[in-house]
């Protein structure tokens, strides 16, 4: 993807994780992030660390506040990104906080990697209190199963979903429901296109699930999509500008 | 030559934009893609016979078109039917492999049933590209029993066993006569890299899932899987030219 038109625009990709990979040899220390990242014209990211992810959700958030102060003089910019560990639970409401003092706008929940549902009381919770720090919830999953948990939380919400799934969010859309989709899994022939047809302009966040995915694929499916130079813009960066100032509440 | 062993022809029920015959040239084109190897959407979701008859009438005209005919395991006998149908003369037949899709039929191939389909194919020199992915139905592993009684027969996994892929590798150093696609929704980088390593770069093929994924997605991760060039030519398309004969199919349609 060298020399591609993307990589000379700004992009804040979504979906970054960076730390150590229990589940397998990734190269996913920040360095090794950033490299990736940096390969394809990514010069900011909003960084999870695994840590918070399969240990210590306090702790790693602290990590991705500390590599986002290191990267600030890197060619690679590390937006810091808390997770609330659901298999826990306690002190979630003050971390989020905490979190959020320290300038935190994203907030990422991790089922896939703890194993549980949607239907887990504490994902409304969290939702609740993400949205009273007028902060953006990520998650994935299908957008139907997410939506009904949530009930009337009126919390900003990022989902990362299958373009199998897609149908979901173009049902809740037209339901006029209020969110967003990560492109990351979103390479259907024209899924971006229907995405945004049926969701607006300010419907998608660029997202390439680095490291578990190679992030070259996400940008290609995003080259190829037929979008207008103005919204290809707002999809790479703009919307996620926007989300890390904490606008775009609701939508 | 670049060979996309991995794709289909018709209408999904997912909300994509699907693409027609001239479309998929012009994408082909575009990308850098010399032949495609379809099965038919409908045929591996729903009447494996109609939709080999709709994809055997696409091909026909179509060059840089050839087609696996889909089976189904539940269906034995017309599966077979199928396959002398569109196999037994070659020269008259675009279609060059079997398609076989587990978990869309129900149906493991590990089964009975999936053997006599590749004893058939072993009959027509036909390799068949089996859909393998992590649950135990799609599981890699479930092709160990037919590569075993039928060496001569040539099995590709699909997906190289998706997010099991060390499955698929796992399977591939097990049976010379297996052979990993790399295309899917997982593109964890060091998939093809553990794959070269393991059973070299002969064994491995490029497919991209079109018209049910953008071709664009697997072109993209490929770009981030540190590929020589060497390695490049036999995986994008020198493997499936051998593995299907396509250079030695085209010399003799040429000479008829």
Known sequence: MNGSPIMKRKIIDCDVIAGFWPKGRLPIAPDEVSAALLSHGIREACVVSARGIFFDHAAGNREALSWAEKSRTSSVKFHPTATIDLRRFLGYKEEIREMSRSGIRIFRLFPEYQGWDFDHPGFRRVAAVVAEENGTLFVKGKPGKILAALGSCDVSLLIGTHFYDLAEALALWEEGRKFRLSTTLLHGPGSIDIAREHGGEDSLVFGSGTPISAPGASVAVLEAASLSEDAKEKVLSRTMSALLQGGYHGR | ????????????????????????????????????????????????????????????????????????????????????????????????????????????????????????????????????????????????????????????????????????????????????????????????????????????????????????????????????????????GENAERIFGLNARERRQRHT
């Open chain 2, 1 to 236: 030559m670049v060979v996309d062993a991995h794709a289909h022809y018709g209408e999904w029920y997912f909300p994509v934009k699907s693409r027609g015959a001239e479309e998929i040239r012009i994408s082909m084109r575009s990308l850098g893609i010399d032949r495609t190897l379809f099965s038919s959407s409908s045929a591996i979701v729903y009447d494996f016979r109609e939709g080999n008859k709709e994809l055997a009438e696409v091909i026909a005209p179509v060059a840089e078109f050839y087609g696996y005919v889909s089976v189904n395991a539940n269906y034995l006998s017309e599966s077979l039917k199928e396959m002398e149908t569109y196999l037994a003369r070659k020269d008259e037949s675009r279609f060059v492999g079997v398609k076989v899709h587990p978990s869309l039929a129900g149906r493991g191939f590990d089964c009975d049933e999936c053997l006599r389909i590749s004893e058939a194919a072993a009959k027509y020199d036909a390799p068949i590209l089996i859909h393998t992915f992590g649950s135990p139905i799609e599981s890699p592993r479930n092709v160990l029993k037919a590569a075993e009684q039928f060496p001569q027969t040539k099995f590709i996994l699909a997906h190289m066993g998706g997010y099991s892929w060390e499955d698929g590798i796992a399977v591939a150093l097990q049976r010379k006569n297996t052979y990993l696609e790399i295309c899917g929704t997982c593109t964890d980088t060091r998939k093809l890299r553990a794959a070269i390593q393991a059973v070299g770069p002969e064994r491995v093929l490029f497919g991209t899932d079109a018209t049910l994924f953008a071709p664009e997605y697997v072109f993209g991760s490929i770009s981030d899987m540190g590929l020589t060039e060497a390695e490049r030519s036999l995986v994008m």
